[in-house]
């Protein structure tokens, strides 16, 4: 089975400056989607970014980027030019990803155990 | 992406009673997940709704006691039956659209048993 491990339970920042959060998962498959999910107060999970496994180069949207390390089983969230916004929690989940043609089979997400972010002024 | 909207956004509802959750998409998805989350934890899978047919339930979650329904490819239900104050919890409505790898949540359902 897969298990996603986040080591960090709070992260502190400071507005304008940038901070990354861990996160490393454990899996036999080559093929998978990690993504990150971020949850404000409202608590409406929000898709950060997604990372396919088979793709080298890592992901980024905005300020936000992973750095994805296959062999060593990480995958870690960088934000850059931290925003009052970006305060919330981040969970990172796993996903197998769906053989091909193949739309009808979605296996679950396994989330970790989130990263609480706080951004200061 | 997919638009998702639960009703009711949130309840309060005394012990031994039952409330049913929907979640309706704005288009057509493939997949229709039910999550918990409770208070100050991660998400956790309850089950897969299953358009047409029964619905998969992860370990620990049981059909009698959260029963679901997926009428068709937009919309499905949740009942939290015989609720009891360890049933309060966030509930999270969760898509895969069509050819999409992306999993979108609604809005969750905040629920409290008193």
């Known amino acids: 089975a897969q298990t996603v491990t986040q080591s960090q339970p709070e992260m502190s920042v400071q507005e304008a400056e940038t901070v990354t959060l861990s996160c490393t998962y454990d899996t036999s498959e080559s093929d998978y989607y990690l993504f990150w999910y971020k949850q404000p107060p409202s608590r409406q999970m929000i898709l950060v970014i997604r990372q396919e496994a088979y793709k080298q180069q890592n992901a980024t949207e905005n300020r936000f980027s992973v750095n994805f390390q296959k062999a060593a089983k990480s995958f870690s969230l960088k934000i850059s030019d931290s925003q009052l916004g970006d305060a919330a929690m981040y969970f990172c989940?796993?996903?197998?990803?769906?053989?091909?043609?193949?739309?009808?089979?979605?296996?679950?997400?396994?989330f970790g155990t989130g990263t609480r972010l706080q951004v200061t002024l | 992406s997919a638009v998702i909207s639960q009703k009711p956004s949130r309840d309060i509802c005394q012990r031994g009673t039952s409330l049913t959750i929907q979640c309706q998409v704005d288009?057509?998805?493939?997949?229709m997940f039910w999550y918990r989350q409770q208070p100050g934890q991660s998400l956790t899978l309850i089950a897969t709704a299953n358009q047409g047919s029964e619905a998969t339930y992860e370990s620990g979650f049981v059909i009698d006691k959260f029963p679901i329904s997926r009428p068709n490819l937009t919309f499905s239900t949740l009942t939290v039956s015989n609720m009891s104050p360890e049933d309060s919890s966030i509930y999270l409505c969760?898509?895969?659209?069509?050819?999409?790898?992306?999993?979108?949540f609604g809005p969750g359902t905040r629920l409290t048993v008193t």
């Open positions: 989940a796993y996903r197998t990803r769906l053989a091909s043609g193949n739309t009808g089979t979605a296996s679950k997400l396994t």
């Open positions: 288009s057509q998805v493939t997949m």
């Open positions: 969760s898509v895969v659209p069509l050819f999409l790898g992306e999993q979108y």
